[in-house]
């Protein structure tokens, strides 16, 4: 399978490291060969080779700062346009894995667009095209039989897309409802154990769970952006981000957080969609609820089903290995359909 990566941060680079170090594993054990063959930066550089290039030399490259580090060879493209090389790739799937732009999914979105077009699959990372334009991407895919999956989207690695896709296809699902970011989830934590919201905060961002304008997670953004992808995924609704109710934690005390826990109560951030839409609030959740027993960064979402009562998956919801893993799931499903 010929890769073009789009993207090559933390995601990206996850994605080499486990097609390096699992080549030979993934091959005995799935018959599937990722062999990528461009890559493209918005200030690092792109490069494309047709014979591939190599994990190992992307990764060596990308350390000293940029791929002008890397190996030249006969044959090797450097190119000045992102979509000038995917159009020209031979190549079976776009791995988009950019940085994320909620308000427009761009340039992210023109990238699938042009993939699509020329007849490759896409698989991404990157929240904003999918909350925006998932139905007008799957049209743009069906045109062209080839596929758009996105499981890195939600809970990185952890399977909530194909749980709520595919091994729950023969159910009707009422209701999804989760902890879908984990800044806020681990701040809360912390509130509980008697930290103040200003020092959880500055915790969460010295180890890295919140950037340093933390506004997207603790706003509730982030989680919202994966509520629409789930409204659309799950229940078929285009939904525009301004017709959700979103409210974070930035107004919980921790007088609010100690009188739940004099109720037998705790605070979560709960990200809920359904067949008449989605929300994203900070809310008290009995102790019994499975919700409620999630600490720390630790992602998880609560499957309502008719058949199966619910079902809570529990799992990380970033990282670069988790989310590389969430890109190669969706190769490997991609390449099983292609080996049927």
Same mark, same amino acid.
């Given at each position: 399978?010929?890769?073009?990566? &789009?993207?090559?941060?933390?995601?990206?680079?996850?994605?080499?490291?486990?097609?390096?170090?699992?080549?030979?594993?993934? %091959?005995?054990?799935?018959?599937?060969?990722?062999?990528?063959?461009?890559?493209?930066?918005?200030?690092?550089?792109?490069?494309?080779?047709?014979?591939?290039?190599?994990?190992?030399?992307?990764?060596?490259? &990308?350390?000293?700062?940029?791929?002008?580090?890397?190996?030249?060879?006969?044959?090797?493209?450097?190119?000045?346009?992102?979509?000038?090389?995917?159009?020209?790739?031979?190549?079976?799937?776009?791995?988009?894995?950019?940085?994320?732009?909620?308000?427009?999914?761009?340039?992210?979105?023109?990238?699938?667009?042009?993939?699509?077009?020329?007849?490759?699959?896409?698989?991404?990372?990157? %929240?904003?095209?999918?909350?925006?334009?998932?139905?007008?991407?799957?049209?743009?895919?069906?045109?062209?039989?080839?596929?758009?999956?996105?499981?890195?989207?939600?809970? =990185?690695?952890?399977?909530?897309?194909?749980?709520?896709?595919?091994?729950?296809?023969?159910?009707?699902?009422?209701?999804?409802?989760?902890?879908?970011?984990?800044?806020?989830?681990?701040?809360?934590?912390?509130?509980?154990?008697?930290?103040?919201?200003? %020092?959880?905060?500055?915790?969460?961002?010295?180890?890295?769970?919140?950037?340093?304008?933390?506004?997207?997670?603790?706003?509730?953004?982030?989680?919202?952006?994966?509520?629409? &992808?789930?409204?659309?995924?799950?229940?078929?609704?285009?939904? =525009?981000?301004?017709?959700?109710?979103?409210?974070?934690?930035?107004?919980?005390?921790?007088?609010?957080?100690?009188?739940?826990?004099?109720?037998?109560?705790?605070?979560?951030? &709960?990200?809920?969609?359904?067949?008449?839409?989605?929300?994203?609030?900070?809310?008290?959740?009995?102790?019994?609820?499975?919700? =409620?027993?999630?600490?720390?960064?630790?992602?998880?979402?609560?499957?309502?089903?008719?058949?199966?009562?619910?079902?809570?998956?529990?799992?990380?919801?970033?990282?670069?290995?988790?989310?590389?893993?969430?890109?190669?799931?969706?190769?490997? =499903?991609?390449?099983?359909?292609?080996?049927?």
């Amino acid at each position: 399978m010929r890769l073009i990566l &789009i993207g090559f941060g933390t995601v990206g680079q996850g994605l080499a490291q486990i097609l390096q170090d699992k080549a030979a594993d993934l %091959k005995k054990r799935q018959g599937f060969e990722g062999r990528i063959v461009g890559v493209a930066t918005g200030s690092r550089g792109i490069l494309y080779h047709d014979d591939g290039l190599s994990p190992a030399d992307l990764l060596a490259a &990308i350390d000293k700062g940029s791929f002008d580090h890397y190996p030249n060879s006969v044959g090797l493209h450097r190119y000045n346009d992102v979509v000038q090389m995917i159009q020209a790739a031979t190549a079976d799937v776009l791995v988009e894995a950019s940085p994320t732009h909620l308000d427009s999914g761009q340039p992210a979105l023109s990238y699938m667009e042009a993939a699509l077009q020329s007849g490759k699959h896409v698989v991404t990372a990157n %929240k904003g095209p999918i909350a925006r334009d998932l139905s007008h991407l799957q049209a743009m895919a069906a045109d062209n039989q080839v596929q758009v999956r996105f499981e890195a989207t939600v809970m =990185a690695g952890t399977p909530a897309v194909a749980t709520g896709i595919d091994l729950l296809s023969g159910c009707t699902i009422s209701e999804a409802r989760g902890i879908l970011n984990g800044t806020t989830n681990y701040i809360l934590t912390q509130m509980e154990e008697g930290l103040s919201y200003e %020092k959880a905060l500055k915790q969460a961002q010295t180890l890295g769970y919140a950037e340093t304008d933390p506004t997207a997670d603790v706003e509730g953004w982030d989680a919202a952006a994966k509520v629409l &992808i789930l409204l659309s995924a799950l229940f078929g609704q285009q939904t =525009a981000q301004s017709d959700l109710s979103v409210t974070g934690i930035t107004a919980i005390t921790q007088a609010d957080i100690e009188a739940a826990k004099k109720s037998g109560e705790r605070y979560k951030l &709960i990200a809920s969609a359904n067949a008449t839409g989605g929300r994203v609030q900070a809310m008290r959740l009995p102790l019994s609820d499975p919700l =409620a027993q999630i600490g720390g960064a630790t992602n998880a979402i609560t499957f309502s089903t008719d058949l199966m009562g619910d079902i809570t998956l529990i799992g990380a919801g970033a990282g670069k290995l988790e989310t590389g893993y969430a890109l190669l799931a969706d190769l490997l =499903a991609i390449h099983r359909q292609q080996c049927v």
